[in-house]
């Protein structure tokens, strides 16, 4: 899945722009962290560099299940700046009714909750940013150029290994490109590809784990920050 991408959430354009799209949802790059709005709730998840498992990442949402209005006042309160709204919920004591925080006076239907993030194969924009796509096949096909590959959606028809050996699907487990991303960015190190019969194998410690066919189009444009 390839989530679009923001400079910077600091300005009214750049939020009813999010909001206009089919679906609200992209990483920011600063601060480091990806906006879910799809909902009445504003959900944000920051993931700094550190972050290598979506699990470790904190995660707020916000808003109110009557409308959207709670949720557009605080943004509109904080001057429509993304970071300035983090930095204020940063600051929230949530062992305390956080109702009564002076940030959150803005609307008195908004309730704010903050957990660990549940999503696994997310991972911080600063790791994927140097993940360009490619624009031709590689010499080589080493970790850090099949990264590129499945970050970029640069694919088709991916499988599980044995069953593109001829196993059948009801003795094949399934596999998800997302996961086996996350797998490539831990330890680059320890993957190749290897190209046979028309397809690519992607090997991990030598075994192969999954198998596709390389779709070198560019991916989609990412969304552009409008201008100020």
Same mark, same amino acid.
């Given at each position: 899945?390839?989530?679009?991408?923001?400079?910077?959430?600091?300005? @009214?354009? %750049?939020?009813?722009? $999010?909001?206009?799209?089919?679906?609200?949802?992209?990483?920011?790059?600063?601060?480091?962290?990806?906006?879910?709005?799809?909902?009445?709730?504003?959900?944000?998840?920051?993931? %700094?560099?550190?972050? @290598?498992?979506?699990?470790?990442?904190?995660?707020?949402?916000?808003?109110?299940?009557?409308? $959207?209005?709670?949720?557009?006042?605080?943004?509109?309160?904080?001057?429509?700046?993304?970071?300035?709204?983090?930095?204020?919920?940063?600051?929230?004591?949530?062992?305390?009714?956080?109702?009564?925080?002076?940030?959150?006076?803005? %609307?008195?239907?908004?309730?704010?909750?903050?957990?660990?993030?549940?999503?696994?194969?997310?991972?911080?924009?600063?790791?994927?940013?140097?993940?360009?796509?490619?624009?031709?096949?590689?010499?080589?096909?080493?970790?850090?150029?099949?990264?590129r590959l499945l970050a970029n959606d640069q694919w088709?028809?991916? @499988?599980?290994?044995?069953?593109?050996?001829?196993?059948?699907s009801a003795n094949t487990a399934p596999i998800d490109?997302?996961?086996?991303?996350?797998?490539?960015?831990?330890?680059?190190?320890?993957?190749?590809? $290897?190209?046979?019969?028309?397809?690519?194998?992607?090997?991990?410690?030598?075994?192969?784990?999954?198998?596709?066919?390389?779709? $070198?189009? !560019?991916?989609?444009?990412?969304?552009?920050?409008? !201008?100020?």
């Open positions: 899945m390839l989530i679009r991408v923001l400079p910077a959430l600091n300005h @009214r354009d %750049h939020w009813i722009s $999010l909001c206009q799209r089919e679906s609200p949802y992209c990483f920011v790059e600063t601060p480091e962290s990806l906006v879910d709005f799809q909902t009445g709730f504003l959900q944000i998840t920051q993931l %700094h560099g550190a972050v @290598r498992d979506g699990r470790e990442a904190v995660k707020f949402s916000l808003g109110s299940r009557l409308s $959207l209005e709670p949720a557009w006042a605080l943004i509109k309160a904080c001057n429509w700046r993304l970071d300035k709204l983090i930095e204020g919920l940063e600051t929230l004591d949530f062992r305390s009714n956080v109702r009564d925080n002076s940030l959150l006076g803005v %609307h008195t239907d908004l309730s704010v909750r903050r957990y660990f993030a549940r999503e696994r194969h997310i991972s911080s924009p600063s790791r994927l940013g140097l993940l360009k796509p490619l624009q031709q096949t590689p010499d080589i096909w080493d970790g850090h150029n099949l990264s088709q028809d991916l @499988r599980p290994a044995r069953q593109a050996s001829g196993a059948t490109g997302n996961s086996l991303l996350l797998q490539l960015l831990d330890a680059p190190e320890h993957w190749l590809g $290897l190209s046979r019969n028309g397809r690519l194998y992607l090997l991990h410690r030598r075994a192969a784990i999954a198998s596709l066919v390389p779709d $070198l189009q !560019p991916p989609q444009p990412r969304l552009q920050q409008p !201008p100020i």
